[in-house]
C-alpha cells in the first residue's frame, strides 16, 4: 500500500524562482518527516526533516512545511538553481526501522 | 564522519545465479542497518534491517535475505536471482537512539538477465 504518495512525477522551474515539492500521507501515526535528494546512480542525500510537532523547518534555502490536519508535506526550494536538478523522494515514519518513501519526483532547474 | 560504502557499484547476473552485496559502515558504533530496493520509477522498498549482529527483521517475503555477521556489516543475498530481482540497492544506515534520519550508500545496480 502506498502510504506516502508524491502525484507529480516531473516538475520544472526556471532558475531563481521558487521550486515546490508536494508530498501526500495517509497513515496518521506518522511523526517524522524526511526529504531526500537523489542524483542518477547515487545514493539518497539526506537534505531536510521535521517532526509532527513542527508545521515548518528552515534550513539555508530549503523549508519544508507540514499540515498535520491535510496529511500534508511540501518542500520549497527558494531560489531553485540548476544543481537541484534532482530526483526528490520524501519519507514518512511512525517508528524507528519503519520509513516508507514516496516514488519521487524528477525536479529539472532551467538555467 | 561516517562513511557508507556499497560494493559492487554495477552487477550483471544471470537468472539463477547467486547473489551477495556488501555494505559497511565506518566511523560509527552499533548502527541500525538498512538494505532497500529501488525498481525502475518507483520509491524506495525496505527489504530488510538490522539492530544488531546477528539480528535481522525482514520486511518483504522474497527470495532475498540479509546477514550481519559483524556490527558495521551488512550482506544482502540471494541463492537464485529472479528477473524481477533487478533493481537498484541501498544499503542505509542510522544512529540508535538518535534521530530517525538514515544515510544512504552509493547504491548497487542489479541487472538479472
Known amino acids: 500500500d502506498q502510504q506516502v504518495k508524491q502525484n507529480s512525477p516531473s516538475l520544472s522551474v526556471q532558475e531563481g524562482r521558487i521550486s515546490i515539492l508536494n508530498c501526500d500521507y495517509t497513515?496518521?501515526?506518522?511523526?517524522?518527516f524526511l526529504w531526500y535528494k537523489k542524483y542518477p546512480a547515487e545514493g539518497p542525500t539526506f537534505l531536510i526533516s521535521?517532526?509532527?510537532?513542527?508545521d515548518k523547518n528552515e534550513d539555508g534555502r530549503f523549508t519544508v512545511f507540514l499540515n498535520k490536519s491535510a496529511k500534508h508535506l511540501s518542500l520549497h526550494i527558494v531560489p531553485s538553481q540548476p544543481g537541484d536538478s534532482a530526483v526528490y523522494f520524501c519519507a514518512a515514519s511512525q517508528r524507528a526501522n519503519d520509513m516508507r518513501f514516496g516514488a519521487g519526483t524528477r525536479l529539472t532547474v532551467k538555467p | 564522519s561516517q562513511t557508507i560504502h556499497q560494493w559492487p557499484a554495477t552487477l550483471v547476473q544471470p537468472v539463477g545465479s547467486p547473489l551477495s552485496l556488501e555494505c559497511t559502515v565506518e566511523g560509527t558504533s552499533n548502527p541500525n542497518l538498512y538494505w532497500y530496493r529501488q525498481a525502475a520509477g518507483r520509491g524506495l522498498q525496505l527489504l530488510f534491517y538490522?539492530?544488531?549482529?546477528?539480528?535481522i527483521s525482514s520486511e518483504v517475503p522474497q527470495n532475498l535475505s540479509a546477514s550481519r555477521p559483524q556490527d558495521r556489516q551488512f550482506i544482502l543475498s540471494s541463492k537464485k536471482l529472479l528477473l524481477s530481482d533487478s533493481g537498484f540497492y541501498l544499503c542505509?544506515?542510522?544512529?540508535?537512539?538518535?534521530?530517525?534520519?538514515?544515510?544512504f550508500g552509493p547504491g548497487t545496480r542489479l541487472l538479472v538477465l
Open positions: 497513515n496518521s501515526m506518522f511523526d517524522y
Open positions: 538490522s539492530v544488531g549482529i546477528g539480528q
Open positions: 521535521i517532526s509532527s510537532i513542527k
Open positions: 542505509a544506515w542510522r544512529r540508535q537512539g538518535a534521530s530517525e534520519t538514515q544515510y
